[in-house]
T-cell receptor, first 112, second 112 residues
């Protein structure tokens, strides 16, 4: 049982490049989330989805786009990467309403 | 706006000693309250949660937390710390499952 899987785990980009982070969950969860984690700031919600085909903005959505074409997948895109987007990105999923989030192991992104 | 504060950035305790990690929240009503733990290089794992009812909540790994409405606090405790408890601990609040806000985290070091 893989749970929540994120790919890639590490990536280095140059300013202005684009990339997509993939999150896959095999728990049939309705809700999925993307967070970023920065030192001293905890986790901040970027975007989330409450079901297939839906997405919504979180606390820090600027510079990111997301898509949820399939229930099990949630993609996070950076169209034009900036150094301020250097961070560790976590995907999470949940049934919704229970409060327990299941997290992936994180994706470390460095933008030079 | 809702927020959660963890006053202690880093705490060091001796193995076998008791532990208390502090968490205060700011929200109009009583939100759902959570504690998560993050081991190095890993995602977050739920330790315990409070929705309503008994204000003393038991979690995994021998942790407990007490909700105090008058102090807007949800402190995490453990009677006897083990070396394997060394990790980063995050308090989180949520009015619903769509907008969970995390504290900045408290890093726990355990001395032999």
């Amino acid at each position: 049982n893989a749970g929540v899987t994120q790919t890639p785990k590490f990536r280095v980009l140059k300013t202005g490049q684009s990339m997509t982070l993939l999150c896959a969950q095999d728990m049939n969860h309705e809700y999925m989330y993307w967070y970023r984690q920065d030192p001293g700031m905890g986790l901040r919600l970027i975007h989330y989805s409450v079901g297939e085909g839906t997405t919504a903005k979180g606390e820090v959505p600027d510079g990111y786009n997301v898509s949820r074409l399939k229930k099990q997948n949630f993609l996070l895109g950076l169209e034009s990467a900036a150094p301020s987007q250097t961070s560790v990105y976590f995907c999470a999923s949940s049934w919704g309403g229970t409060g327990e989030l299941f997290f992936g192991e994180g994706s470390r992104l460095t933008v030079l | 706006a809702q927020s959660v504060t963890q006053p202690d950035i880093h705490i060091t305790v001796s193995e076998g000693a008791s532990l208390e990690l502090r968490c205060n929240y700011s929200y109009g009503a009583t939100p759902y309250l959570f504690w998560y733990v993050q081991s190095p290089g890993q995602g977050l794992q739920l330790l315990l949660k409070y929705f309503s009812g008994d204000t003393l909540v038991q979690g995994i790994k021998g942790f407990e937390a007490e909700f105090k409405r008058s102090q807007s606090s949800f402190n995490l405790r453990k009677p006897s710390v083990h070396w394997s408890d060394a990790a980063e601990y995050f308090c989180a609040v949520a009015p619903n499952n769509n907008d969970m806000r995390f504290g900045a985290g408290t890093r726990l070091t355990v001395k032999p």
